[in-house]
């Protein structure tokens, strides 16, 4: 593959054995191929000078194009170097997540669940039937004649103040 700068050079190549063969015998003649041989070889050496810029300007770039790469290169592995132990930890925590939740496994495994729920459903029954006592008798108390139970201990101790229940109470001393 060639490129626009070879080809014109090449072609001017091409030209300089041409001006020798045109340059007639006369004595102006070799002024004239002289004029024309300087001609050519000054494109010839603008043409170098301008491949010259070019190698430059590819220099160049192929330089800047090679930090770039290198400093993408050190990016890459300064972010390795920093993600890399964050990765390593977080696969230590879902390890040790995943043995717990694989021992939580084996104990459900282990559990008598169909036991444990019937223990559980007799244990509330119990506790039922003991709410259910508890509010009866609570009911039972809150139906209690306070009044008359008041009424019932005034008239005992009146019983207890007259003579006959010092006698009474006489005995309890004894």
């Not at 041409?18 to 010839?44: C, F």
């Not at 495994?109 to 559980?120: H, K, R, S």
């Not at 509010?135 to 009146?158: H, P, R, Y």
């Amino acid at each position: 593959m060639t490129t626009i700068g070879e080809e014109r050079i090449a072609l001017e190549v091409a030209e300089i054995p041409e001006a020798l063969k045109a340059a007639p015998s006369d004595p102006e003649a070799p002024i004239a191929g002289e004029h024309r041989l300087e001609a050519v070889l000054k494109r010839l050496e603008e043409q170098a000078d301008f491949q010259t810029a070019i190698a430059k300007k590819r220099l160049f770039y192929s330089r800047l194009s090679a930090a770039f790469l290198a400093a993408a290169a050190l990016a890459l592995v300064w972010m390795a170097g920093r993600v890399v132990p964050q990765v390593e930890r977080t696969l230590d925590s879902a390890n040790s997540a995943l043995a717990s939740v694989d021992s939580i496994g084996q104990q459900l495994a282990a559990a008598d669940i169909p036991g444990i729920l019937e223990n559980l459903d007799q244990t509330l029954m119990e506790g039922r039937e003991s709410i259910k006592e508890a509010s009866e008798a609570l009911q039972q108390v809150s139906e209690v004649d306070f009044a008359s139970l008041n009424e019932a201990i005034l008239d005992l101790q009146k019983v207890l103040e007259n003579p006959l229940g010092s006698i009474i109470g006489g005995f309890r001393k004894s």
